[in-house]
């Protein structure tokens, strides 16, 4: 068997990864072992980038980010140094690499004398300041929990001068955030590492209340918070609206405040979970995608806390089997660094905050390493992930969310009913109603290589023909886009929503409205669309999931409303491939005072040589709008669309 192994920093002979065991590991094979060896490697090859002592790190990079290239160096020391500080503090202070040289160097020398300048050209480690810098706000929660979870070796042995000059640099984090929606978290976590080290204990402690204060108007219930007061909800809720809570928590001994998020932690978990496919792959879903294996920073906390509702080698299993999912997929280049993509370099997904060393976010992923050799989560058997036992359909119903997995192929779907971009209804990682992880959401085919910063500072939302996995009314031929999404509830299997369409300019199509549903089981998908205010002649189209050629199946049938069967149409890249096709369902709105309803049969599976779509479910509609359901092993579901709320 050829042992696994990382491309090396410089370019010569590959760094191997340890031996695998299958017996500890059936699954993934993957044991602490390689998680270290992991995390030695990425933090090795950033050297060669730092600055001249240290203090920023200069990723390569096809473009900046909107906040320039010191901020950019700066989110390149402070993202790694998080990594360092898990490995680190893992290994109750053994330190072999010297990374808390490197880091306590780059510290005194980035603190020395801190900039407002964007640019380079002068003091070539110094770390800009805040608030000038906007972005230096959240660099900052990083590098306030570096030295936080390393204290005693880092913290403990600077001078004061240094000392005093870090804190004066974090001070201004503490203060309330310029963006209302996890920024509070990182005054947070600054205030949390100053507490401990007992520095402006009063102004720290006022920024932990604030914090916690507000980020309790956002949460909605069963583990999930929306992201600011909006629709927002995603990979956020794992990354950074538990993360620093509960770690803060955990760190201060505070068995009150564990509990209450500790709870919150594990409510999120029970879910969550259940949005990881059987090999490996998250759900490429919401913004920041490029964060990658940050999606392991929940699981990983719940399992550091014991506020988890998967047992230790279940953890284990789903977070190795995450992180070897990239890292199999060419996620780290041949320098071995993490570029701006999903496995590769991918423009689309990304958005104007994202730097260079954006992807180094992904160093919460490597939280697991906070627990020693001997505990649980290391030492215990994996056990399967809840894709890989059984058929299920899973309701989320403070998100708005239905997530679908099939033990056949390991496959798993997510239906968005109640998720919203804060960038608007245009963006692509939101407005889709359907996402799985091993589909995107497909570019427009003259989509940018490199996204313009400045011009675009959301996601891409280049105008794209043929959108996947959506619905829209045909206005001079152009789909409209879907509006601000509103939750109209949810149940077993099934979850609804509503929306405004809009044109291409964003403008609001007065006085027509869709009401949606998505009814699920096993691998069949009922699609249903109910439109009213809409002039009788209007062309509507329904699409389904992008696919590459080497990818998964995708069906379409229709069932109510359309004119045909589905044609299948080119479309643009995703993260899985530079080319896909979609099927496309077309029809026409009738002369129907009560609303026209359009309902279609969708499947995407990874079976071999799967049967028709149309075979999985019989769907008989009644009293104009009420749906009724026979699935394939002859249960049944029920749905009156004109009983949602409106």
Known sequence: MTVPSLPHPTGREATPLPPEDRELSPYTGWTRAHWETTADHLLQAVVPHASPRNGLINLPGVRPSWSGPRSDGLEGYARTFLAAAFRVAGSRGEDPHGLLTRYAEGLAAGTEHPVDEPGLDAHPDAWP?????????????????????????????????????????????????????????????????????????????????RALERIEEWYRGEGWYSDGPNQSFDHYNGWALHFYPVLHAHLSGDRALLGTYGERLSAHLDGYRRMFDANGAPMPFGRSLTYRFATLAAPWLGALTGHTPLSPGATRRLTSGTLRHFLDRGAVTAEGLLPLGWYGPYAPMLQGYSGPASPYWASKGLAGLLLPDGHPAWTETEEPLPAETADAVTTLRAPGLLVQSTVADGLVRLHNHGSASVFGPADPNYARFAYSTRTGPSAAEDAPAVMDTAANPGSDTTANPTPDNHFALLVDDVPTGRGTVRALGAGPGWAASAHVPCRADGSDIAGVRVVSATLAHGRAEVRAHLVTGAAPGTPVRQTGWAVTEDGPTAQLHPVQGFDA???????????????????????????????????????????????????LAEVRVTDRHTLHVTWEDGSGSTLSLDSLDG
């Open 565 to 615: 069967d589905a044609r299948t149409v080119r479309t643009g890249s995703t993260p899985f491939g530079e080319h896909t096709r979609t099927a496309c369902l077309d029809g026409t709105v009738p002369d129907a005072p009560d609303g026209a309803l359009f309902v279609s049969l969708a499947s995407l599976t990874a079976e071999a040589a799967p049967g028709p779509v149309h075979k």
């Open 129 to 209: 300041l805040i608030p000038g810098t906007r972005q230096a706000i959240v660099e900052s929660a990083s590098i306030a929990l570096g030295l936080r979870l390393t204290r005693p070796w880092l913290w403990d042995t600077l001078d004061e001068e240094v000392r005093t000059r870090a804190v004066d640099w974090l001070l201004p984090a503490l203060d309330p955030p310029p963006i209302d929606n996890n920024w509070w978290l990182f005054g947070l976590t600054v205030g949390g590492f100053l507490l401990d080290a007992g520095v402006e204990t009063e102004r720290a402690q006022a920024s932990v209340d």
